[in-house]
Structures are given as structure tokens and as C-alpha cells.
């Protein structure tokens, strides 16, 4: 079964602070995926990787970057923390190896409040 | 840019019976996939059916269906016999065939009674 492990459930962060969010994946994904997720907006994608350093913004890339290093890993880096960013995040692997409309698959969110 | 609409935020249904969750999408492409996602309370979120637009036989997975109008653009889930681990956020999603991204709809709330 794929794996998709985020690096915290719940994080608390001050208004100014630099926060990363972790994700890792053990299927040997090429795509990596970030969204956002609030009540009546569905999901909105931040920012997905389809490669080691490469990258692309989605829908709502403002006020975040991201990092991918590894295949395996891929951070969301919030530069300076904003109570607008008060959401949970998801992270999600998709391969394109797979015929099969390249299913995602999440993992377990990170809710993250800004004070 | 593709726009997916799910008009029902929440809904309820008995145990054992059947509830259908609509989706309406708008895209220009011919070729693409559909797919619904749940989300159950605090935990993961999950495949539950997925759509190829060039197939015109629905998608069914044991007592998951759907019904796919491509003409109408439209791609509601049944849910038969539903059980109280049915209890979850159910997300349409669109993924047009060339590119990698998913557009989600908002969302329904779908709770199984006793």
C-alpha cells in the first residue's frame, strides 16, 4: 500500500514565524502535491513537484514556497506565518507511471493554527 | 480553467438506504477523469471511485456507483446500502488527461443514521 506520512497532525505558530510542513511518501512517486483545504473551498492546490527540484504553483501559491530535495520528501515552507494560513494542509503522491488517471493518494493532513 | 460544483453541502441518510451525491463539473476538454474522494472524520482521505471520460460504462465499486453524463458534465455518486462508516466529506475531483493536478469540488458532508 502507499504511504503518505506528514510530519505533524496539529502545529500552533505565532504570526511571523517560519513554518515547514513535511511529507513523505514511500511508493517511489514522481508527482508530490500540496493543498489546502478549508470549510466550503474544497481543496485548492498550493504548489506540486513533478520532480526532484522541480516545481510548479498551483491555484494559491502566495505567502508559501516549497522544496524538493529528494523524491521521497517534499516541504511546504511558510516564510513568515499569517492568520490567514490558520487551515489544514495536505499533502498528496501521484505517479505517472500508473495508467490509471494517476490517482492520488493523501496523506493524514496537518492542522495548522497562526496566532 | 476547469470548475467543479458539488451543490449539496451536507446531506443525511438512514442506515441501509440509498443517497445520491451530485457533481457538476465544466471543462472544454473531451478526454479526462473524474474521480470522488472521502474524507472520513480525522482521518485520511481516500480513492473511492474513479471515471475515465472516454469510457461510457459507469464506474461501480461494490455498493459505490456512479452515474456519468458527460453531455450534462455532470457525475453523481450513489452510495447503496449505506453504513454508519459511510459517515464523511465526500470531494468530487477533475483531472483533464494531459496535465498532473486535480480540481476539487467543495465538498458534502454525508451523515449515516442509526
Known amino acids: 500500500d502507499v504511504k503518505v506520512t506528514q510530519s505533524s497532525r496539529y502545529l500552533v505558530k505565532r504570526t511571523g514565524e517560519k513554518v515547514f510542513l513535511e511529507c513523505v511518501q514511500d511508493m517511489d512517486h514522481e508527482n508530490m502535491f500540496w493543498y489546502r483545504q478549508d470549510p466550503g473551498l474544497g481543496l485548492r492546490l498550493i504548489y506540486f513537484?513533478?520532480?526532484?527540484?522541480?516545481?510548479e504553483k498551483g491555484d494559491i501559491p502566495e505567502g508559501y514556497s516549497v522544496s524538493r530535495e529528494k523524491k521521497e520528501r517534499f516541504s511546504l515552507i511558510l516564510e513568515s506565518a499569517s492568520t490567514n494560513q490558520t487551515s489544514m494542509y495536505l499533502c498528496a503522491s501521484s505517479s505517472t507511471r500508473e495508467f490509471s488517471g494517476e490517482t492520488q493518494y493523501f496523506g493524514p493532513g496537518t492542522r495548522l493554527l497562526v496566532l | 480553467a476547469q470548475t467543479v460544483t458539488q451543490s449539496q453541502p451536507e446531506m443525511s441518510v438512514q442506515e441501509a438506504e440509498t443517497v445520491t451525491l451530485s457533481c457538476t463539473y465544466d471543462?472544454?476538454?473531451?478526454?479526462?477523469?473524474l474521480f470522488w474522494y472521502k474524507q472520513p472524520p480525522s482521518r485520511q482521505m481516500i480513492l473511492v471511485i474513479r471515471q475515465e471520460a472516454y469510457k461510457q460504462q459507469n464506474a461501480t465499486e461494490n455498493r459505490f456507483s456512479v452515474n456519468f453524463q458527460k453531455a450534462a458534465k455532470s457525475f453523481s455518486l450513489k452510495i447503496s446500502d449505506s453504513q454508519l462508516g459511510d459517515t464523511a466529506m465526500y470531494f468530487c475531483a477533475f483531472k483533464n488527461n494531459a496535465g498532473n493536478m486535480l480540481t476539487f469540488g467543495g465538498g458534502t458532508r454525508l451523515m449515516v443514521k442509526p
Open positions: 513537484s513533478y520532480d526532484v527540484k522541480m516545481k
Open positions: 471543462t472544454s476538454e473531451s478526454n479526462y477523469y
